[in-house]
């Protein structure tokens, strides 16, 4: 039979333990996977240099944008009246200021309005930014009414080829 014990035994080298708090500032626009190093801040072990504690950024998801860089992107519900006819809507920023997107004319369910100066500061250049990338997904209505029905037939004529009726 073979026992093991562990036993605590006081070290002849004074060695104590204490928790140290590491602080660093992360600029804005660090892009993810930047490492912070703490240069000999790591276990210390009596007769050895410590190491250095590094430490590697990652974002976290954000429930509106998509980080890639420095350009942000994200996706616009629109109702098909605002797609056929032209919008205006006012997003806040991460930072909580207003942008105000504006689209005249049609818009299609996939396009991309891209906002210049919009995405994310440029690391070490904290006057410049990247792009927005705003990508339009049109709601299409449930159910339509026989007016709107009507409305739509008389309007908008089928490509050649396509026979319009209830299926």
Known sequence: MI???EVSEPSPDKCKEESKVLAATIERGTVEGTEVVFPRASEQTPGKIPGNVVVKLKSARHAVFRRDGTELHMSLKIPLRAALLGFEHTLHHLDGHPVLLKHEGIASHGQVLVIEGEGMPVHGVPSE???????LAIEMPAALSAEERELVGRYFEPPQGVTIGRL
């Open 3 to 5: 026992m093991q014990q």
């Open 129 to 135: 930014f990247g792009k927005l990338h705003v990508t």
